[in-house]
């Protein structure tokens, strides 16, 4: 139900940056000019097409032609990002000495192990020890450079504290709403996800009521109908689980209505229409809001309110740097000026 969209050892440090290094220049093809230096469309693809692995998407097909432009785009304001980072480290001498990105190299290496490991995972990833070494001087440049930023920024007040929790007792690290833990069914429409049936608003209802009477006539177990038939990649093997917090605004209102209908052990009597489809829920069980004494939270909000603060400083920051920077982004849409600082 929660949307969920792209993105030990190695492969974990992948996952937090996008390669630096890439492809050599072409300036045929730049895609994005950042102070002068310049993104190309093989870099560009070649990130691309890692995403479109990483989730399964097959980019080729004309149905997600829209997807592919709109994750270029994202990808590409990544890239930009990441050039605007490193080029403001090297600005202020930030950028980790060869010895730094060779210890932590050493460190991915140690934790996969022989060496042809790591070589085999470089190779599954397609990408280079270079640009292992790239991605590490992209973490430390960010690390210090946000380090350096956010030095300043005045740790949180008893008063801020305390305001912050009388504020949000029904939420973490606080407390919780009152939950509802559900299993559902779901009879999407229009998917375009891969290994999801495509059906229409009628098709994906008259399959919900099928489902709906091997459930309620037949006495089929819900969680084993919903391994075999729900369309929902998130929760199928888990028989349809799913937990709902009330009043969060993380659930489509819809389905969230008809599960807070329910007593324990019901399921809906009718398929339920969402933006995602047609469902079926069954509510399991009901489990009711807490609430921490605030000295039990006191140092988690004092946590949570500095990096806040932390963040928003670093943002703003990356947002003036943006500013007064010179970048040429050839694929955003034209629309005025947007395409240039």
Do not use: W
């Amino acid at each position: 139900m929660k949307n969920k969209l792209f993105y030990g050892g190695l492969m974990l440090l992948f996952s937090l940056v996008l390669f630096v290094a890439g492809c050599a220049n072409n300036k045929a093809n730049v895609v994005a000019v950042v102070n002068g230096q310049e993104i190309t469309r093989q870099e560009l693809d070649k990130q691309v097409n890692a995403a479109a692995k990483q989730f399964g998407i097959d980019l080729q097909n004309q149905e997600f032609k829209d997807m592919k432009e709109q994750i270029e785009q994202n990808i590409l304001e990544e890239m930009i990002q990441q050039k605007l980072i490193i080029q403001e480290a090297e600005k202020q001498k930030l950028l980790p000495a060869k010895e730094e990105v060779d210890q932590e190299l050493k460190k991915i290496k140690d934790s996969l192990g022989k060496e042809e490991d790591f070589k085999k995972a470089l190779a599954e990833a397609n990408m280079t020890e270079q640009n292992v070494r790239d991605n590490i001087v992209l973490r430390q440049a960010y690390s210090k450079l946000f380090e350096k930023v956010t030095a300043d920024v005045k740790k949180p007040t008893e008063e801020d504290i305390i305001n912050f929790y009388n504020q949000h007792k029904d939420q973490e690290p606080i407390g919780t709403p009152e939950r509802l833990e559900v299993k559902h069914i779901l009879f999407a429409v229009d998917s375009r996800l891969p290994n999801v049936p495509k059906r229409t608003d009628q098709e994906a209802l008259a399959a919900a009521k099928l489902a709906l009477a091997e459930v309620t006539q037949k006495g089929r177990d819900f969680a084993a109908v919903a391994r075999e038939v729900s369309d929902d990649p998130g929760t199928k093997e888990s028989g349809g689980s799913y937990t709902i917090d009330r009043g969060a605004g993380t659930t489509d209102p819809a389905f969230e209505k008809a599960a807070a209908a329910l007593k324990p052990g019901e399921i809906t009597k009718e398929p339920v229409k969402s933006a995602y489809g047609y469902h079926l829920i069954k509510l399991e069980k009901i489990l009711p809001a807490s609430q921490k004494p605030l000295a039990e939270v006191k140092d988690d909000i004092a946590y949570q309110l500095e990096s806040k603060a932390k963040q928003d400083k670093f943002s703003q920051f990356m947002d003036d740097l943006r500013k007064n920077a010179a970048i040429e982004n050839k694929l955003a849409p034209k629309t005025g000026d947007s395409a240039k600082k």
